[in-house]
């Protein structure tokens, strides 16, 4: 048994965009069934906090199912200012509106110079690879979540946005990682899912997670 996430908990990293993350994007097929609501309601929730929204349909995405992109125009504005000439020098549009449909119709390969600017703009940017073991994990006495990790590479940007239910954020290099992390126990499941992600030919110590 998993419990239903809290709706404002899923919404706070991905409709309450801002300086630290300008531009994130959920798919269609999330919204439908994890949150389970219709895109015009999840369209309008994101729009009464502020942000600007548009939503591509899986023809015009390169996202499985489609998906909704919100955006601060304002502090995406600010990115793409920053970054100007690395947009024209590859024809990007340096418009929010339009860079946002950019970045919804083109996959960029991990290597692509652009990916800069899109980890400026969503605060960090990972490719998405194979996914790990799954496991329930007792968060209260029977009460569980499912965890359901992924190995991912980090290709863009720099700042962890932290939610509500967090107090902070470090890079660890692998060989410091244990059962604690300055002093808090790590879930056995998310150790497992860490050493399980590791590429084997590098060495532990000098990779971070």
């Not at 209260?140 to 107090?167: K, N, Q, T, W, Y």
Request: with cysteine; net charge negative.
């Amino acid at each position: 048994m998993s419990d239903v996430p809290d709706l404002d908990h899923l919404l706070s990293e991905h409709a309450n965009v801002g300086p630290s993350k300008p531009m994130s994007y959920l798919p269609i097929s999330t919204i439908e069934r994890l949150l389970g609501m219709t895109i015009a309601d999840y369209a309008r929730l994101i729009e009464q906090r502020g942000s600007s929204c548009v939503v591509f349909a899986e023809t015009e995405t390169c996202i499985k199912s489609g998906a909704v992109y919100a955006y601060s125009k304002i502090d995406l504005a600010r990115v793409l200012v920053r970054h100007s000439f690395l947009l024209a020098e590859h024809s990007w549009p340096e418009a929010p509106a339009e860079f946002v449909r950019k970045v919804a119709q083109e996959w960029l390969d991990e290597d692509n110079p652009l990916k800069r600017v899109i980890g400026a703009a969503t605060g960090l940017a990972v490719t998405i690879g194979g996914a790990l073991d799954e496991h329930l994990f007792e968060v209260l006495p029977g009460r569980f979540v499912r965890i359901l990790p992924f190995a991912c590479r980090l290709v863009g940007g720099s700042d962890v946005v932290l939610s509500h239910e967090h107090l902070g954020t470090r890079w660890l290099p692998l060989g410091e990682l244990g059962e604690t992390i300055a002093g808090h126990r790590l879930p056995a499941c998310y150790l497992e899912a860490i050493r399980q992600a590791i590429d084997q030919p590098l060495s532990p110590s000098a990779r971070v997670v």
